[in-house]
């Protein structure tokens, strides 16, 4: 192998390198951010089959009189209605 081929593979390489030390941690934080929206989902699921239990054997009764929610149940309600605005906005 002559010097020409030898700078060529070196060369390369280095570059393979440096590609690989850039890309890297944006693959990593992808995998981490793809892992804890799996997280998120399952606790959601788990949350939401504790509440809504399956099954007619444990369904709510009506009753004729109305209800008001209670005040937990508004600010609840209030806070998932609100949206996040981006504060870089063109």
Do not use: F, H
């Not at 593979?9 to 892992?35: F, K, N, Q, S």
């Not at 959601?44 to 008001?68: D, F, H, I, M, Y």
């Amino acid at each position: 192998m002559d010097t020409t081929r030898m700078e060529a593979l070196i060369g390369t390489l280095a570059v393979l390198g440096i590609l690989a030390v850039l890309v890297l941690p944006a693959l990593i934080g992808v995998v981490r951010d793809r892992r804890i929206d799996r997280q998120l989902r399952e606790a959601e699921r788990r949350t939401l089959e504790e509440v809504l239990p399956k099954g007619p054997a444990n369904a709510q009764k009506s009753s004729s009189k109305p209800t008001e929610p209670s005040t937990a149940t508004w600010y609840a309600e209030g806070r998932r209605s609100k949206k996040l605005v981006s504060s870089c906005t063109p």
